[in-house]
C-alpha cells in the first residue's frame, strides 16, 4: 500500500535516574564478579531508580525532553503509547498516569506490554495511527523499573537489568519517516523468559513473595541463542521491507541485552555492520522496553544521526516477542 501520509520521529528524549550500581557493587551482594559480568554481557553499571520514582515519572520526564526537541505543546498531545513490564499498578495504565502528569489533556493512550519489544510493539502501533490520519501525533514511550522485578539474591539476572525510560514524537511527514517494521510473538515458548507470579496463574501470596515468584525468570543460555537468530531475521526483513541492504544502513540501534548478542546478529547483518552499531549497554544494561529510545537519545545527543539517515531498530523480548524497524532521520 503506497502511503500519502508518512510518520515520523521528530522529538526524541531520555531519562536515567541518578543512582548508579556498578559490578563492584554486584560483588558485594551476589557471587559474581566485575570480569565475568563485563565479558560474559558487556555491561559495566546499570541505573537504579529511588523508592519513590515510579515508572510513570521516567516516563514523564523522557517525553518531556522528546516533546521540547519536537518543539510540541503536551497540550496538543493526542495519544500515548507506553511500552513497560513494570507498570506503576496493574491499572490504570501507565499511560494515563502520564497523560495526567504532562497535562495532555486531548490524549488518549494505553500500555503496551511486550517486554524488550515493547518499544517496537509501540513505535508500530503508533505509527499506524498517524499515517492513517486518526491522530495528528504520538507520544511513544518506552519506561521500565526492572529493579522491583528483580531477584536481587540471583546472579544469573540481578547483573543484567537496570531502569530507566526513553520516548519519541511521531508527527506525518511528507517524507517517510518510519520506512519499515515488522513485529512477532511466539507464546509456545514464554516460559524461558517471564515473571510467574502477580497475574491471576499465581496471584501474589506469601508463597510466592518468599519463593521469588515476582521476578523475571530467564533460561540465559536459551533465550541467547533464539534472540541471535530471531533478530537477525527481524533486522533482514525490516531492511528488505524498507527496499535496502544491509550496507545502506546508517546506524543500528539494538535492544541493549548483552553485547554478545549484538556482535553475533550485526556480524551475520554484514561486514561492516558492527561499526555502526550504538551501544550504551555497559552504562545501563537491559532496560528492557525503555533500552532503544534511550539509545536513540543518545546516539542523536552524541551528533551520531543526522539528517536522511536510515537507522535500523531491532529487539528481542520475553513472549516471546520481536520486532524490527527502519526509521528515516528527517
Ligand atoms: N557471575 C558469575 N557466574 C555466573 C553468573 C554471574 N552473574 N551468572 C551465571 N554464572 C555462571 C553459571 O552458573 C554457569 O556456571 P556453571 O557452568 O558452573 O553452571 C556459568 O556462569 C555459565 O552460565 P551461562 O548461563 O551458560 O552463561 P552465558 O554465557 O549464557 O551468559 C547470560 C549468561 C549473560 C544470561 C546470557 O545467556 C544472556 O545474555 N542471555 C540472554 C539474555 C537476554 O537477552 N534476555 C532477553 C531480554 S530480557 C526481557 O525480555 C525482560
Partial sequence: MTKTIHAAITGVGHYAPAKVLTNADLEKMVDTSDEWIRT????????????????????????????????????????????????????????????????????????????????????????????SGRVRNALVIGAEKLSVVTDWTSRDTCVLFGDGAGAVVLQPSPRPGLRSSLLGVDGNQAEILYIPAGGCKQPSSEETVRAHRHAIHMSGRETFKIAVNTMQEAAQEAIARAGLTADQIDCMIPHQANYRIVDAVAKRLGPNVMDKVFLNLDRYGNTSAASIPIALSEAVAAGKVKSGDKILMVAFGGGLSWGGAVVEWL
Fill in 40 to 131: 560474559r554481557t558487556g555491561i559495566r553499571e546499570r541505573r537504579i531508580a529511588a523508592n519513590d520514582e515510579m515508572t510513570s515519572d521516567m516516563g514523564v520526564a523522557a517525553a518531556r525532553a522528546a516533546l521540547a526537541q519536537a518543539k510540541l505543546d503536551p497540550a496538543d498531545v493526542e495519544a500515548i503509547y507506553v511500552a513497560t513490564c513494570t507498570p506503576d499498578m496493574i491499572f490504570p495504565s501507565t499511560a494515563c498516569l502520564i497523560q495526567a502528569a504532562l497535562g495532555a489533556k486531548r490524549a488518549y493512550g494505553f500500555d503496551i506490554s511486550s517486554a524488550c519489544a515493547g518499544f517496537i510493539m509501540a513505535l508500530d502501533t503508533a505509527a499506524a495511527a498517524v499515517e
